[in-house]
């Protein structure tokens, strides 16, 4: 597979658990933000997306919290799956601007099973 | 089956020498982005383009150039100006509008420069 997930830090799950993964951002003027998810070999992939004016939001076996005080985003993922085994990014922007996403860094999730 | 698609998936080249990777989308949509990804570190813009004929740089441009003669089409160019090319590239596409739309991803390319 592919080397880009090289010293990212690791969040190991018991298959059938829940996942946190969480991200600090950096911008205070952000206002949308995005959860991605990498596997091996692959291009990330769109998971869930909010807006800063909401502080929940839940997809099909995920949920994306935003806390707007702390500049703090985390993605739960529900009964963990083999198949959730991945790098998640968590990405920024402002709305009104189309083109400029700020990528953070990854967290790796591996699954026991 | 639409989608991006990027070829190769793996390329090796000398120092010394320009390199240009393949990106194509049948998405038909208007902006396409170009993203480098080194080890434990986010992506980083490249270069995007939001129509035809028309394109910006991104953060780490230096290096690299890009043309978009076609909707379907961005290749990126890696120069030898490029102080450290190896790295995982991977180019992205998205509608092009009021507010910010989902950038879908290709494969990727991963280049190593020796």
Same mark, same amino acid.
């Given at each position: 597979?592919?080397?880009?997930?090289l010293?990212?830090?690791?969040l190991?799950?018991?298959?059938?658990?829940?996942? #946190? #993964?969480?991200?600090?951002?950096?911008?205070?003027?952000?206002?949308?933000?995005?959860?991605?998810?990498?596997?091996?070999?692959?291009?990330p992939?769109? #998971? #869930?997306d909010?807006?800063s004016n909401?502080?929940?939001?839940?997809?099909q076996?995920?949920?994306?919290?935003?806390?707007?005080t702390?500049?703090?985003?985390s993605?739960?993922?529900?009964?963990?799956?083999?198949?959730?085994s991945?790098?998640?990014?968590?990405?920024?922007?402002?709305?009104?601007?189309?083109?400029?996403?700020?990528?953070?860094?990854?967290?790796?999730?591996?699954?026991?099973? | 089956?639409? =989608?991006?698609?990027?070829?190769?998936?793996?390329?090796?080249?000398?120092?010394?020498?320009? %390199?240009?990777?393949?990106?194509e *989308?049948?998405?038909?949509?208007?902006?396409?982005?170009?993203?480098? *990804?080194?080890?434990?570190?986010?992506?980083?813009?490249?270069?995007?383009?939001?129509?035809v004929?028309?394109f *910006?740089?991104g953060?780490?441009?230096? =290096?690299?150039?890009?043309s978009?003669?076609?909707?379907?089409?961005?290749?990126?160019? %890696?120069t030898?100006?490029q102080?450290?090319p190896?790295?995982?590239?991977?180019?992205?596409?998205?509608?092009?509008?009021?507010?910010i739309?989902?950038?879908?991803? =290709?494969?990727?390319?991963?280049l190593? %420069?020796?």
């Amino acid at each position: 597979g592919e080397s880009v997930g090289l010293h990212l830090p690791t969040l190991s799950v018991q298959e059938g658990d829940n996942s #946190i #993964i969480n991200c600090a951002y950096s911008n205070s003027a952000s206002d949308y933000f995005i959860w991605y998810k990498q596997e091996s070999g692959k291009g990330p992939q769109f #998971i #869930i997306d909010i807006r800063s004016n909401m502080d929940k939001r839940q997809g099909q076996r995920v949920t994306v919290l935003l806390n707007k005080t702390v500049k703090h985003l985390s993605l739960q993922i529900a009964a963990t799956q083999p198949g959730d085994s991945a790098v998640y990014f968590c990405a920024e922007t402002q709305y009104s601007s189309a083109s400029k996403i700020i990528f953070g860094s990854g967290t790796r999730l591996s699954i026991r099973p | 089956d639409g =989608g991006i698609t990027q070829s190769p998936k793996y390329l090796f080249r000398k120092e010394g020498q320009n %390199v240009t990777l393949s990106c194509e *989308q049948n998405l038909n949509h208007d902006a396409m982005y170009w993203y480098r *990804q080194d080890p434990g570190q986010g992506l980083r813009l490249i270069y995007y383009s939001q129509i035809v004929n028309d394109f *910006q740089k991104g953060d780490i441009a230096e =290096g690299y150039s890009v043309s978009r003669e076609k909707k379907e089409s961005f290749p990126l160019t %890696v120069t030898s100006a490029q102080k450290n090319p190896t790295a995982f590239y991977l180019c992205a596409s998205s509608r092009q509008g009021q507010g910010i739309y989902e950038q879908y991803f =290709g494969p990727g390319t991963r280049l190593t %420069v020796t």
